[in-house]
């Protein structure tokens, strides 16, 4: 989340925890995506609360299934890549990480 604001951060904790160079080896190989919003608000909420001014909340599960159902899987399709994912956000993209990693706590639970 927010890829313009936290990639170089992410890239040299990746670089750092993975390098060979210092014999880390603490994470395996990582395909970093970022991805840019143009509405944080809307992508990164779950629930649209009511307010007396507009607001684009609520569109978080949307963006959640726009992760799953298209990039990833073209992501898979391109790349080599393993099964294991990490979703990292801050602020509100940290509240959408939550988000999604407690919805499929509950839903696992519930099956």
Do not use: Q
């Not at 607001?55 to 978080?60: K, S």
């Amino acid at each position: 989340m927010d890829g313009y604001a936290h990639f170089k951060i992410a890239v040299g904790i990746v670089h750092f925890m993975s390098s060979d160079r210092n014999r880390n080896y603490l994470m395996p190989e990582t395909i970093i995506v970022t991805i840019e919003n143009v509405d944080r608000r809307r992508d990164f909420t779950v629930t649209k609360i009511k307010t007396k001014r507009p607001n684009t909340g609520g569109g978080g599960r949307k963006f959640l299934s726009f992760i799953e159902k298209e990039l990833i899987p073209h992501i898979d399709k391109n790349y080599r890549t393993e099964s294991h994912r990490t979703l990292i956000g801050h602020s509100l993209g940290g509240l959408l990480t939550l988000n999604a990693y407690m919805t499929k706590i509950v839903s696992s639970t519930l099956t």
